[in-house]
């Protein structure tokens, strides 16, 4: 029998998958990669300076991430755009990602620290204690320095505007016999979006962290704790004369008489800003509410409620002063009298425009992580990533504190740096010179494991200070 050519390559086909007994469709397929060996797959929720720093730092040893950002711009003059005080922590996690260099050009060298008299204006200049200068500038500026190196960046995409509001975890792959490959991610956006296929996230995304609360075994470990104490954040656009020197922090005190008759119940730090103005934080203890009972913040938002307006938690949004009538606000001139009768000397250094964009916090919380296991009990470990090391958490996400030593977003930007190095070491570790899916899980939980080791202490030396 003769067979034309197609018809004899048919037959041969039917034939063989017949004695496999695969369909064709599986026959032919291209031969899948398994999970842990793909490239990894990264969202970063938030970016702030930890998270911006860690896309950089992903890009640097070859991995692909995509940053959402709920703000659309770098943060004008909010409760998230405050003074900032770089040390060598801080400057240190900025060279790894190439950033320092502009955010010194965008800085102020603080060379000592001011302490001034509130009521006669003598100055006591204290140098620091560091081997080299600090750098103060806001947090829109650093944010802004280090968005625009991110920007260059290849294998970092930014979308702003869109937050993450939770992220799920896909069914577990044991199709091929593998037993226990790990799941891929579901995030779920603010704006409805829903982007499947996700290999790992990072939580930068603040106290509050919506990547945190999405996992019981991150969010069973963490507790907010009330510091006593609270603060009244004001800012001007020009700084007043007194104030103006950018090499250093003002720290403006009440006098101290012979007999303590003076309560030394609060103090003020003045910050000179690159733009030519001042942030200035009144810092008081709980027991100034007893002389002027019109300074007591809002109470702690309950349970139920934190979280839902984010970072604002932290803003008593009703004590805010009206920008355009001075005269009839409160708030205002009882601050200009009280401030008056108890430092003259920085009273009359400061204009009244000071008052005007005043606002009182809320008091001051930190994010205490304690180890459980699923029954409940005490464990000997505090993990900043699950259990399968697709999710780690950086920054206030993990390790939240108060602003008593100036270590917060310093100690943030370093864990950006020590979560990206504990990858590289995987990497090396393995030979690899192209990151999986499987050496970041193993990353991921070697410093999910090591970092609370290094932070949580400066967490506790914070909280003390404020509750002296």
């Not at 998958?17 to 990669?33: E, H, V, Y």
């Not at 954040?233 to 005190?253: N, R």
Request: charged fraction near 25%; include cysteine; proline fraction near 5%.
């Amino acid at each position: 029998m003769i067979m034309t050519g197609k018809i004899h390559v048919a037959l041969l086909l039917t034939l063989m998958l017949g004695s496999l007994k695969l369909p064709i469709s599986q026959a032919f397929a291209t031969p899948s990669i398994p999970q842990q060996h793909q490239h990894p797959n990264v969202i970063i929720s938030g970016g702030g300076p930890a998270g911006l720093l860690a896309s950089i730092l992903l890009n640097n040893i070859g991995v692909k991430s995509t940053v959402f950002e709920e703000a659309r711009e770098p943060d004008e003059w909010s409760s998230k755009s405050y003074a900032m005080a770089l040390n060598e922590r801080g400057k240190a996690a900025l060279a790894r990602a190439g950033c320092l260099e502009s955010v010194i050009e965008a800085g102020n060298e603080k060379l000592c620290n001011y302490f001034v008299d509130g009521a006669t204006g003598d100055v006591q200049t204290i140098p620091r204690r560091e081997a080299t200068p600090g750098i103060g500038l806001s947090r829109p500026q650093l944010v802004e320095c280090i968005e625009n190196i991110a920007r260059d960046c290849p294998l970092v995409t930014l979308r702003r505007g869109v937050g993450v509001s939770r992220v799920t975890e896909e069914e577990m792959d044991d199709s091929r016999g593998e037993g226990g490959v790990t799941g891929q991610l579901t995030v779920h956006l603010g704006d409805g979006t829903v982007i499947s296929g996700v290999t790992h996230v990072v939580g930068a995304d603040g106290k509050w962290s919506k990547v945190r609360q999405s996992f019981p075994s991150l969010d069973s470990q963490a507790k907010l704790v009330s510091c006593t104490g609270f603060g009244i954040l004001m800012c001007g656009e020009s700084a007043p004369e007194a104030f103006s020197s950018k090499d250093g922090t003002y720290v403006i005190f009440p006098p101290k008489d012979e007999d303590n008759t003076i309560p030394q119940d609060f103090y003020i730090i003045a910050s000179p800003l690159t733009n030519g103005g001042v942030a200035l934080a009144m810092v008081c203890s709980d027991s100034i509410t007893r002389r002027y009972p019109w300074l007591k913040p809002e109470a702690d938002p309950k349970p139920k409620d934190v979280g839902k307006g984010g970072w604002k938690d932290e803003t008593s949004l009703e004590k805010k002063l009206l920008l355009d009538d001075f005269t009839k606000n409160d708030l205002s001139k009882n601050l200009d009298k009280m401030l008056q009768e108890t430092v003259p000397a920085f009273h009359a250094a400061v204009d009244k425009s000071f008052y005007e964009n005043a606002r009182i916090n809320r008091r001051p919380t930190w994010l205490q992580m304690s180890a459980t296991n699923k029954d409940g009990g005490r464990t000997e470990e505090v993990s900043y990533s699950t259990e399968s090391g697709n999710v780690a958490l950086v920054g206030d996400a993990a390790h939240a504190m108060t602003a008593s030593m100036g270590e917060g977003g310093n100690c943030a930007m370093e864990s950006a740096v020590k979560l990206v190095d504990a990858v590289g070491c995987i990497m090396k570790e393995k030979g690899e010179t192209e990151c999986t899916v499987d050496t970041m899980n193993a990353g991921f939980l070697k410093y999910g494991v090591s970092r609370p080791k290094d932070v949580q202490p400066i967490q506790e030396m914070s909280a003390a200070r404020n509750n002296k």
